[in-house]
């Protein structure tokens, strides 16, 4: 345990340690809602009904980019060298990789607390009593996309492919799911297609939870999130190879 | 001496391609053994195979007497100390951050874990420097760094994979004393390395691998020996005697002659025992001997010698 | 120069997976954008609520779905539906939506006579503009992953090898430009069976050609000037895809925004993106020549890109050499 917590430390500093990292997860979301906002806030009677919609939306998009945090704290040049050293010490495999998991998804989770915690102070509505469930959830969604990132570097044994295929992924998913903006209205073929999205239900049970009191997509989201990061890490201990790194 | 690590019968394939092929030795306790080999001879293979970095496909590793199994890996790990080729280091932090955080993962901690740090960088020469974020480093401080935390947790074997590239001989200098410094201290080294003079400055034992197969083995004396036989003379005459040419082939064991102007080239595959024919043979042809020098066979004629002097890829 | 581009068609080719995929999600775009134009035409998703099964809305520009009981508010935030119609009886509605005025004037002018014309939205565009929009973000984010070769040979420096041989560094500048521009070949491929198989894709094959060209240009001169500034390509990659999309959207890659906003207006408009897809839509209806701006502005914008990067990249390694 002291080990990993060794391991866990370095990474999560590492990443802190990153800028880019720390402005993808934080100020291009907050930007990214207030043009959004700004730009379809004309399509609203009251205004704040534009920024509620993208800060929900764009809270959800950004912690699935998350995973792109992952690859970087996985594998980018720098970090991989020293990974090697890593796996020479009396460690074993599974902290290596379950360290860069948590590492990302703790920091991404910071990130976007704060994000959300500016948000409120502006007056978006997170949901008032029941904000803590939304906080909550963030919990596994955030965790099953960091094991993402991480799973797909296992598979893809390269930074720069995992994260180039992740990242257009999640692009078409943010899409589809109405990250950008609704596709419910674009025909009944679009909307189902939308409905595949991880991205569209999570932003369903999260506006069900904000503006209908309405807590029964909780236990599913938590369910299924940690069932996926289960499935992530579970693939990650048959793909994970110390051969890729050398 | 005490064997402390033996490996046997290593084999591996990449893609059907044989890179070890059924290859065993064994380290003993306190020895420096180098391990030569051109590239793609197998030498990273074996160090990685012994690291656990790379599984195999058969063979078997003995450490300390123990078999080195998947159940045991993580206490054989706890004794070995690495020093790989490319820098592991995190070049944004301090010399001594990086040599705290690869030590604590041998469970060093507290008082204990900041002694071990504080004797790597001393011994590494990097005490002034330990505030200094590595990518201010030099090449040579950083592969001294490279070494410090190889050993802060005190290793009872070090696995070296060529320490020195591309570094000033000041700090190749630094670094062999400090392996001999280990050494005394009673820690075996593995070691690697394409530079001879290393090797004749350190080695305990030398092991010549190539094509996956250990091709020789044994103390740099030793291996000397074996090529002895084979020497070089090269005979200088006085200036206008008469050059022998012919005749050098009839005596044995003399494998090539060479002439230019008033010098011999001779190699001769009987070592000095047929060194008074041959000097007879110039004698008689009314020559007369200004100088004789023989060639001492070097670690690098070995090498050469034993595994050829093409190139490899 | 045919060297470099032959190295990096080999260097791109052990990395064939990424391709492949980023192809599928690209050419996925444009059936994407196909499709949304043809179903921009429904301008507002209702949920009817009445008891009395007999009433009937037939309008075109209206998606009805009748129920019993009012739908959840969190259905009208997430935009299921634009607005929820209580029938009072009589033929009086109510109407509780978060859409403006417009769009209540407009759903009450449609209540009481569904076949009402409607007028046209100022953000209906033609399905040219459309693709054009969406491959800008799809082509825009795979020039960074096409731009690798340059981006590694700077980063484990082999590019100083380049500078030091007899080839210019335009030339191998221009041979990653071109390399990039061949990234785009599937998605005219794409565009050429679809026209051929007579899909209604907008403009002409010679037209898309021109645009992807311009595209090419102003993608990769960006990804060139990111990698020449910013030392690692990770960070370059993740920092430029993020600009990329801010920018985009704001450009109105997607969907084109309509704001009173003077001051936005000519912001947005300083985007290299929304000056391109305004030659786009002057291309469209054919006023290509007459506002040449648009043009030139990207030709320029492209043309500061290189010019800074290629002076910064000739003072770091070919003075030095």
Redesign the interface.
Known sequence: M??FF??FK?DLS?NF?NPVLINFNSVFAIVMILIMGFLTSGNYANAMDAYNYYAVSFLIFGMMEGAMTATNCFMER??K????????????KFPIYFSKMLASFLFDYILHLLVAVILLIAGINLGGQNMGWIFLMMIPVEFSSAALGVLFCCIFHCEETASTILSLFVSVIAFLGGAFFSLDGLGSTLAAISRISPVKMLIDVFFAVIYDNNLSGVLPVLFISTAFSALCIFGCQKTFR??D?? | MEKLLEINSLSKSFKGNRVLDNISFLIEKGEVLCLLGPNGAGKSTTI?IL?????RDSGTITYNGKVVSRSH??????K?G?V?Q???????LSAQQ?AR??T????L?GSNLDEAVEEALQFAGLTDRRKDKVKTFSGGMKRRLNIA?AIAHHPELVIMDEPTVGIDPQSRNHILDSIKKLQADGITILYTTHYMEEVEAISSRIIIIDHGKIIAEGTKEKLKENIQSEKCYHIELEEGSPVPTEGFYDVEGVKEAKSDGNKIDIVSLRGVENLDRIISLISDAGAHIRNIAGEEASLETVFLKLTGRKLRN | MNNVLRNNFSRIFCRLPSVIIMLAITLLSIFLAVYMTGAEQIRGHIALVTDNSAVEINSSSLSIEVMEQDPPMSQLVSQKYDAIVTDRGNGQFDIKTLRGNDFKEMLQLLLQNPQAKIPAQKNDRSVGVNIIGFLMVFLGTSVFFYFFPFADDKEQNQILRIAASPLSFRRYLAAHFLFCLFSFVPSFGMLAIMKGAGWEIGFSLPQYAGLLLLLAMLGSTFALFLNTFIKKPDNANMFGNSILIVTSTLAGAFYSFSKSNALLDNLIHILPQKQFLEFAVNLQNGEEWQHLFPLVYVVLFSAVMFGLAYRKLKHDYVERV
């Not at chain 1, 060298?81 to 009396?90: A, D, F, V, Y």
């Open positions: 002291y080990r060794q391991i370095m590492n340690k720098d970090i060298k020293p990974n090697l050293r890593i796996l020479s010490s009396p460690c074993g110390a051969e790194y050398l | 990685n690291l656990g970095l790379l599984g890996l993580r206490a054989y790990k706890q070995l690495v790989p490319d820098l592991a280091l995190y070049e944004e990086n955080f690869f604590s993962l041998y469970g901690r935390c």
